[in-house]
């Protein structure tokens, strides 16, 4: 699915303010079966929601932001703390004005985001679901590695294209999200206390968010299901495409029957 034709840029204001680029498609307002909101993994973007929005979108009101300093949103000089990422996430929510309570999809490090959001304003969110991530968050063991190397940042960056070439987020915004986020999040003191129903889903052979944390995910939060997509490692959303969506699906809609 081509996401250009919608595409908007939205300019958040604020203590941090920034402009964001974001997909917003489907149903007419009250025409459809609701909103659901993407949020994707550091160092990724909303393309990667791609297969979900194509399938989604003729039922469902389909928003996909690409998170502060990644994609085609602006990079600035912010902190890139999960505060920040929160306080994007509620004024996207007002200013294109979606209609809760709504539907809150997150990958990998987007999962503390939702969570945190879930946990605090339980009334605003009415499914929760969650592709491999877990109570701990954790980059590619490599490019954690290549982005604390003691050289230069623009070294780093210059090397990023060859070294991390799937990710769009600058070295330095890669840097402040581990260091604001991902390192400080406990989702063990979080998790508990979501009571949304969530529909988890693990990637078989994901060793960034291994399936073991997934369990943990569902073993501490009060309404999960887990589901584990075989074959798939980190972006099972990407990998099968189709058996995810599937599960979404059942989820959203409840099992279908035989005739259909």
Not at 33 to 57: D, M, R, S, Y
Not at 203 to 225: H, K, N
Not at 247 to 259: A, K, Q, S
Request: charged share 20%; glycine share 6%.
């Amino acid at each position: 699915m081509n996401l250009e034709p919608y595409r908007k840029e939205i300019h958040l204001t604020g203590t941090a303010p920034v402009r964001l680029s974001v997909v917003d498609v489907g149903p007419l307002q009250g025409t459809g079966k609701g909103t659901i909101v993407c949020i994707h993994g550091c160092a990724g973007n909303l393309e990667q929601w791609a297969p979900q929005i194509a399938h989604f979108a003729p039922h469902y009101r389909m928003i996909a932001p690409d998170l502060r300093g990644h994609g085609r949103s602006e990079v600035v000089n912010s902190a890139y703390s999960l505060e920040e990422f929160l306080w994007d996430l509620t004024q996207i929510l007002t200013r294109l004005q979606v209609a809760e309570p709504f539907i809150l999809m997150a990958h990998s490090f987007g999962g503390p985001i939702a969570l945190t959001f879930a946990a605090s304003q339980p009334q605003r969110v009415s499914r929760l679901i969650l592709i491999a991530t877990g109570p701990e968050m954790h980059l590619h063991p490599l490019h954690e590695r290549i982005v604390k190397l003691p050289i230069s940042l623009a070294m780093l960056e210059r090397l990023r294209p060859i070294l991390m070439p799937k990710t769009y987020a600058p070295v330095k915004v890669i840097q402040k999200v581990l260091a604001g986020t991902l390192f400080r999040w406990n989702g063990r003191a979080v998790l508990p206390h979501v009571s949304t129903p969530t529909l988890i889903i693990a990637g078989q052979w994901d060793f960034i968010a291994p399936v073991a944390q997934a369990r943990e995910s569902q073993q501490l939060m009060p309404d999960a299901r887990l589901e584990i997509v075989r074959y798939t490692r980190h972006l099972p959303h990407l990998e099968r495409p189709d058996a995810v969506n599937r599960l979404i699906d059942r989820f959203l809609e409840g099992p279908r029957v035989w005739r259909e």
